[in-house]
């Protein structure tokens, strides 16, 4: 049985996603990181980083995002081809988000709307750097369908991210492939499901 520990967050959202469209059971456990919930104890002894998602596979632990959609992929053996070739341009576009959009749409988000002081430079800086990933992105979704052939973790990985940057900074009409993109991976049932799940088991917490 999978264990999934997660929240509502770009971040959080990937596994679920995967979970989803590979059609896994798995029970969805809720970490509320804005109580600090991902540093007890019992957490860090899952992810001695203090950070969601993580996941738990009959006893296996495995935490960090990306290394949670490689480990389904190979469980499931879905989402990442086995060629070469293929699994390569996969992988890199899957990296490309874990050391890009996701750590730099995160800092524009933090020193944008949440510093106690306001910092011009450092709102210019992660914006402007958060724009020219988001135009990689748009630039190679305007020749093709989704990120590295097939419909993959890559694509998974990718569009929470790029959905918070595209609203965030106000840039759909700017990037217009990647909000095609981003549409078309929303709209599908898995990732709907997903993010529903998501929502309704924040709601609970709240009743």
Known sequence: MI???TWTTPNGEKPVIMLEECGVD??????DISTGEQKKSDFL???PNGRIPALVDDGVRVFESGAILVHLAAKTGRFLP???A???EVLSWTFFQIGGTGPMIGQWHHFNSAAPEKIPYAIERYATESRRLLGVLDERLS???FLAGDYSIADMINVSWAR??????????TFPSLARWVDAIDA???VRRALDRLKTAREALKA
Not at 164 to 173: E, I, P, T, V, Y
Request: glycine content about 6%; overall charge negative; proline content about 3%.
């Open 188 to 190: 599908r049932e898995p």
């Open 45 to 47: 002894a899952i992810n």
């Open 26 to 31: 798995y029970d969805l456990h809720l970490v």
């Open 82 to 84: 086995a060629d070469a």
């Open 3 to 5: 264990d999934l520990y």
């Open 164 to 173: 918070s940057g595209l609203n965030g900074l106000k840039a759909r009409d």
């Open 143 to 145: 020749a093709n369908e």
């Open 86 to 88: 293929a699994r390569a």
